[in-house]
DNA sequence: ATAAATAGTATAATATACTTGACATATAAT
DNA sequence: ATTATATGTCAAGTATATTATACTATTTAT
């Protein structure tokens, strides 16, 4: 079973082979399909590379204004992205 | 011309008739279909009352997590609520 | 008239999103 | 071998989302 936690210094992300910690795939693949680096989507969005990093790949929980410049740069909506998935821990 | 700004302690946000600021209406509508207080809707999420409220009428900037909680309470999805509409300043 | 519910707003304190800087790994190119 | 790009992660600091408390005003019901 799987217990992780929202804080970020508290390393209990207990990761199962690499595949917990709802990634967010639909962000990696739109990133994908438009190649774009971590660094080119936090450039052209206003963030760090890290952010976008945790993001795609922790258990992360970014502002609605953070989510939609990243949409727009990715010609998605937040639903595509953002609804319905693994946010309900 | 308006100018307002993100912080909280500022208090430059220079209404001109009581709807400048950006409201969320659509969210507002969502929650009068319901019949639903701020209060109701803060607590059903787990908010306090001046969360949701400031949502509803200031440039303020929730999280995701918030955001789909929200919607998820009123019935809506990301985009019925938080897309394409006053974020952008 | 007054009590209760709803809404708007302000301030100080706390939790956390995001930054900055750094180090490590992997891949591809030279 | 080594340079460059892309990615993953950690720690400490800063900015800000959110809380807790409080005051005001309006509306509805008693």
Redesign the pocket.
């Given at each position: 079973m799987i217990l992780y936690l929202?804080?970020?210094?508290c390393?209990l992300?207990t990761?199962i082979r690499?595949d917990t910690?709802s990634k967010n795939l639909r962000l990696?693949s739109a990133?994908?399909a438009k190649d774009?680096?971590?660094?080119?989507v936090?450039d052209a969005v206003?963030?760090?590379?890290?952010?976008i990093?945790?993001?795609?790949?922790?258990d992360?929980?970014?502002?609605i204004?953070?989510c939609i410049a990243i949409c727009k740069v990715l010609d998605r909506t937040l639903n595509d992205i953002f609804w319905e998935d693994d946010q309900n821990e």
């Open positions: 929202h804080k970020r210094y390393c992300s990761k690499g910690l990696k990133r994908a774009m680096s971590q660094k080119g936090a206003g963030v760090t590379r890290q952010t990093n945790a993001i795609e790949n922790g992360y929980n970014p502002t204004n953070l």
